[in-house]
């Protein structure tokens, strides 16, 4: 045993992180990601139901549950039936038993990590036989339920922490009638915290299981609910008073370098500006048939060389986004209606342009039911009409996880279908303020299956707070998930409204990156002080298409 990665990813959906475990899963056991994981994670209130389970331990009809607010989902683990929920950490470790897997003794494991775990927190804890799972004075505390497919595991182990326990009302859990479920808070007559359970376990897993290091990311640690169903960012930005949406400005000029409190602008990060003819044809064209692209609202440094070149990224549906991340100056604000001209307008500006790769992306329209994934659908149908043989490639949003979204651009088959990570797990809630790391994996593990003859993408701003070590092991999961092309640039702080520069990442160590990455096995790590999602976004993809070859996703299994 080497590594083992372990990851904090805060609360996830069922069937996000289902998905979430299957790329990882596939990623072990293809050979894609040498080391194991561990995935630690909070559900929103979620029963399942394993391959042994009994519909009879199921107490409420499925129609009682979703009035609860409680999803219901039919597994492929062991065990029976079982709840998820806020106040329990579940853990999913993506463990490769060895040539000759011993699933029995790898539960055993678990019970032994677990009760190692707990024993820290002062509970005291046991294995009982015959019972899987972890047991205390007031009842079973801990539930586990695995699957071994291919030698490697998926499923696992999840812990009641703290929490609402009424919610094991509605089933016979894990089909035990005769014992109470209770939880780490209600044995040791105290809060315990999710934040202190990972803490102790984390290490008691490397120790159990043999690992020589154990490289840790930690999202945030949530307390409360979740987003309530239907709201979405810029609602809760009106509320707060954090802008009027009747005074939003045009997308601002690059302002000058060096604001306050950032550290002074490095030689590498300056660029010549280009106005010639070639910029200003491209800015009439966009002018004149009404569209947006990313190159101006965003501000990006590269606008010069790649419009002189004749290449732009297209920002759909508007210019104003109903997220605030607080790196981007795109405005934020409430969209007005979809324009349904704009996709054969985009068409017929990638046809003037002549172009053989079209780069789409779009402001986050959680306002829409789909999240803008027609727009993005009907604006490759228009290129492919308008200019056959045009690559395109999609920058897309994480809809909300919504995978139906995700399928309808996906079965556009685009070229590269991009989505960014934009930082490292500890800094998303911060930074990305409505997004979740584990989500925007999950999207590209699928985004992967639904597009297998195209190209996934990702990419990272670095500067903005996190380590060296942070952008290695984000290198590591993405490949792990099946990314086949990554792109790595230097935050640049749009305004003073924005959050400040951490620090001028040096060439040498973007040029690391892109060994390390590229080393991991990832066909093409585009990584520079100027790079952006779209920089050399056709070379970057001729680059990866040739090294990534027919068998980028082997069978899962
Ligand atoms: S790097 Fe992308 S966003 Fe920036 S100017 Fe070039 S095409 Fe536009």
Not at 205 to 224: K, N, P
Request: charged share 25%; hydrophobic share 40%; proline share 7%.
């Amino acid at each position: 045993m080497t590594l083992l990665r372990a990851r904090w990813l805060g609360r996830l959906p069922y069937q996000e992180a289902w998905d979430l475990q299957r790329a990882f899963h596939e990623g072990r056991a293809s050979g894609r990601a040498a080391e194991d994981y561990l995935l630690l994670l909070e559900h929103p209130p979620t029963y399942t139901v394993g391959r042994a389970g009994d519909e009879a331990n199921l107490l409420a009809s499925r129609e009682e549950l979703a009035r609860l607010g409680a999803e219901l989902h039919y597994v492929d683990r062991g065990g029976d039936v079982t709840y998820h929920g806020p106040g329990q950490l579940v853990g999913y470790p993506i463990v490769h038993l060895g040539e000759s897997p011993d699933p029995v003794a790898y539960v055993r494991r678990l019970e032994q990590v677990l009760v190692a775990a707990l024993a820290d927190l002062g509970v005291a804890a046991w294995a009982e036989a015959g019972y899987t799972g972890v047991w205390t004075a007031a009842g079973k505390t801990a539930a586990i339920g695995v699957r071994n497919a291919r030698g490697v595991t998926m499923h696992g182990f999840a812990v009641n922490v703290s929490g609402d326990l009424g919610w094991f009302r509605h089933i016979v859990p894990c089909g035990i009638g005769d014992r109470p479920v209770t939880s780490l808070s209600e044995v040791a007559g105290r809060r315990v915290s999710i934040e202190e359970l990972v803490e102790r376990l984390v290490p008691r897993f490397a120790e159990v299981f043999g690992y020589a290091a154990v490289e840790t990311q930690l999202g945030a640690f949530a307390r409360g609910s979740g987003r309530a169903p239907g709201s979405y960012e810029v609602d809760r930005l009106l509320a707060a008073g954090v802008f009027s949406p009747g005074a939003r400005p045009g997308p601002s000029p690059r302002e000058p370098a060096d604001l306050p409190g950032d550290p002074p602008r490095p030689s590498w990060m300056r660029v010549r500006a280009d106005l010639g003819g070639g910029y200003r044809g491209l800015h009439h064209l966009v002018e004149d048939l009404g569209l947006h692209t990313v190159c101006r609202e965003a501000g990006c440094p590269n606008i010069y060389e790649c419009w002189a070149a004749g290449t732009a990224t297209f920002l759909l549906l508007g210019d104003v986004c109903t997220r605030a991340c607080s790196f981007c100056d795109v405005a934020t604000g409430r969209p007005g209606p979809v324009d349904p001209g704009e996709p054969e307008r985009v068409a017929e500006a990638v046809a003037r342009l002549g172009l053989s790769h079209a780069v789409l992306t779009s402001v986050d329209r959680d306002d829409l039911p789909d999240g803008g994934a027609g727009a993005f659908a009907e604006t490759i149908r228009r290129i492919r009409e308008r200019v056959p043989g045009c690559a395109v490639e999609v920058l897309i949003p994480d809809f909300k996880g919504d995978a139906a979204a995700l399928a309808l651009v996906a079965a556009e088959q685009p070229e590269v279908l991009n989505h960014n990570t934009e930082t490292v797990l500890r800094l998303q809630r911060e930074v990305r303020t409505a997004a979740s790391y584990g989500r925007s994996l999950a999207l590209l593990g699928r985004a992967g299956w639904l597009s297998p003859a195209g190209l996934v993408k990702s990419g990272l701003i670095v500067g903005m707070g996190e380590t060296r070590e942070e952008v290695l092991g984000t290198l590591a999961d993405l490949r792990a998930v099946g990314v086949d092309l990554v792109t790595i640039g230097q935050y640049l702080r749009p305004s003073a409204r924005h959050r400040p520069i951490h620090r001028y990442v040096a060439p040498e160590e973007f040029a690391e990156y892109t060994a390390y990455g590229e080393g991991l096995g990832i066909p093409r790590v585009e990584s520079g002080p100027l790079v952006r999602s779209s920089y050399h976004a056709r070379l970057a993809r001729e680059a990866a298409g040739e090294r990534a070859g027919p068998a980028r996703y082997p069978a899962a299994g």
